[in-house]
């Protein structure tokens, strides 16, 4: 296996390294999945980064996640300044992840400072005493090693403490604490409540001008859960992904699910190297296989043996040693290994041999910069040369418009090509058996996607019902750059596969 394959080809969102930063300026890991590709490597270290966004959006489980991949990732200590909640509710609430802070504490890698309204330090004329704030933090930072720290919130401190300092005050006060944590090295995040304006980036429209850079949180209701999203909107002096990206909160943290870069000047598509399907006949009518990196359609009804045909061909990878990954979207992954199983296929030992990966993803509320992610992320993983995705037209038939998944396929198609990765995409026909007696195929539905211009190859299986039976027919629509049969085949499904049969002739019709 070639390792290095991609390396220089795909500007992949799983290697930090490659992204450009400008001259001087450093980048810290957050080592939060998928925000360190987002932000084209980290956030900038020794600087600041504001989180805004409104209620619910989780800005306060962003910065407990920075800080704590700091400690346990990269053995970096950090301080938790809350002006919002008290430290025992921080504590209780960040259990929930698996995250102990109490054991972080003991061992003096983590530190909370404590300025929520029931501990805030007062001078004699009763405003907030900011300097016993400034000491308290230069202490933390000296006893915890701390590398990172966390502000939660700016706009609950503005709210609690302008009506006595005046918010001019606030403001200065605010940005001397942010520069003397930079004047100690220590990276910082910072929170924000955010406007409902769309142009305004925090409540108060300063936290923005005294940070470094900016991250806005925002959801909105789907059909079946929150969908949350994410945008860079600034980071001085280095280079990040902009546009709106998805984002989940689940038993671990957040996790990000940033665009693909690719670079689509280049492919590893090679028509020397052939891919055999696992369907003897097959293979012999496409002139030897499968060009290595095409993009193959298989489409079908019901029943037409589109799966089975996508099983076949990943376990005839495996055989020659090339792992696969199987993507189910259509049918549950159980009723895959049954199928399998029916036919005598080892799936099971494949999988257990890290030879065959499944990736599973719920249809509603999908979106293609998450679903692209799990896919390439197994792909990596498993170093895959064969993938199968089952199927296509279950996107279209979720939430995903036609735009969507031709944006979609156009993106994974030129990743595989980068990576000489060969992909079997099942597509449901609307016609069941082919049209008249002179017409056996039908028409081909999958026009109105404009899939032929994607894909490399188009299989296309049917029904035909001729002399009182039905038989199933194939037929190599389409192959992109290699010679192939032109001519209408049967087929059957026995145990053990698909079996290519003969020609179908005007004879027989």
Known sequence: MDKDRSTNAVKSAFDSDEAIAAKGVQRLETGIPGLDELLGGGIAKGRTMLVSGSSGTGKTVLLNEFLYRGVRKFGQGGIFITFEERP??????VAGFGWDYDALIASEKLAIVDCSQSNIATARSGEFDWE??????????????????????????????????????VRELLFTLMDRLKAMGVTTMISAEKLEAKDATSRHGFEEFVSDGALNLAFHHGQTQVVRTVCVVKMRGLYFRSGIVEYTIDGQGIMIYPKIPIDRSFARTDFDIREKTGVEGLDRAMNGGIPQGHMMLIAGNTGAGKTMLGLQFL??????????????????????RKT??????????????????????????????RLLYHILKAVRETGAKRVVIDSVSSLESATMNRDKVREFLIQISTYFKTRGTTCYMNYLSAKTFGASKGQLLGNLTTNEMRLSSIVDGIILLRYVERNQQIMRLMNIFKL????????????????GGIQFGSRYGKYQG
């Open 340 to 369: 399998a199983q029916a036919h005598g296929w080892g799936i099971e030992a494949a999988e257990k041999q890290g030879l065959l990966r499944f990736v599973r993803c719920e249809l509603l509320d999908i979106s293609a910069d």
């Open 315 to 336: 376990l005839q990878g495996i055989k020659e040693g090339n792992n696969g990954v199987f993507i189910a979207l259509e049918e549950p992954v159980e009723q895959v």
């Open 480 to 495: 992109r750059g290699s010679d192939h049969e032109r001519a209408i085949f049967r087929y059957d499904i026995a145990t």
């Open 88 to 93: 025992g509710d921080i504590v209780r609430n």
């Open 132 to 169: 016993v704030l400034f000491k308290r933090v230069e202490h933390m930072v000296k006893k915890t090693g701390a590398k990172r720290a966390a502000i939660d919130s700016i706009s609950t401190a503005f709210g609690r403490l302008s009506g006595t300092a005046g918010n001019y005050k």
